[in-house]
């Protein structure tokens, strides 16, 4: 079955270091890839997206490239701001079927003044 | 993207008792999923909430403990029977875009402490 893997947190960082957040895939044919976050006490929302190999999705700084040779989706930011304090879930959704998502286990940044 | 709403946003709950969680959309959509996160946990699915069929739930989930209502392509229930305390959990719908790339949009939650 479809499976993601997410680099242990809490990962902490000072306000404008360079953030990567590991994310490898297990999954048949050729699945969409998704990063959501999710700021504390709200509900999930989508924050990029890639749904073929060598995609670049980005979206407020944020940016991953879907590597299907070596099934990656690490997200990354140049400079990270304390607003950017989140938990981060990457996730993949298969194209057939009933397209459900499957999640990472999230990783939470943390980013110190 | 459609603007999800749920009810309750949060509930206190005794053990033993029945909750019922509504998700509302603000447009007509084919697919709804429920989702559990449990406390410091991913999201793990619960059901695919079919308009007009019986919900298609996931290992580990039955319609004994989750029933599920879709009614018409705006609007689905989750209900949580028989609560335990092991059911406190944030509790998210979510509805699929209108692209074909499989991205989903979740509502805000609903967090259940069972007592």
């Known amino acids: 079955g479809n499976s993601v893997t997410q680099m242990e947190g809490p990962v902490t960082l000072s306000e404008e270091a360079f953030l990567t957040i590991n994310c490898t895939y297990t999954?048949?044919?050729?699945?969409?890839l998704f990063w959501y976050v999710q700021y504390p006490g709200e509900g999930l929302q989508l924050l990029l997206k890639?749904?073929?190999?060598?995609d670049k999705g980005s979206n407020k700084g944020f940016e991953a490239t879907y590597r299907k040779e070596t099934t990656s989706f690490h997200l990354e930011k140049g400079s990270v701001q304390v607003s950017d304090s989140a938990v981060y879930f990457c996730?993949?959704?298969?194209?057939?079927?009933?397209?459900?998502?499957?999640f990472g286990s999230g990783t939470r940044l943390q980013v110190q003044p | 993207s459609a603007v999800i709403s749920q009810k309750p946003s949060r509930d206190i709950c005794q053990r033993g008792t029945s909750l019922t969680i509504q998700c509302q959309v603000d447009?007509?959509?084919?697919?709804m999923f429920w989702y559990r996160q449990q406390p410091g946990q991913s999201l793990t699915l619960i059901a695919t909430?079919?308009?007009?069929?019986?919900?298609?739930?996931e290992s580990g989930f039955v319609i004994d403990k989750f029933p599920i209502s879709r009614p018409n392509l705006t609007f689905s229930t989750l209900t949580v029977s028989n609560m335990s305390p092991e059911d406190s959990s944030i509790y998210l719908c979510?509805?699929?875009?209108?692209?074909?790339?499989?991205?989903?949009?979740f509502g805000p939650g609903t967090r259940l402490t069972v007592l």
């Open positions: 447009s007509q959509v084919t697919m």
């Open positions: 979510s509805v699929g875009g209108t692209s074909e790339l499989g991205e989903q949009f």
């Open positions: 999954a048949t044919g050729y699945p969409s």
């Open positions: 909430a079919n308009q007009g069929s019986e919900a298609t739930y």
């Open positions: 890639a749904t073929k190999a060598d």
């Open positions: 996730a993949l959704s298969s194209n057939t079927g009933r397209r459900a998502l499957t």
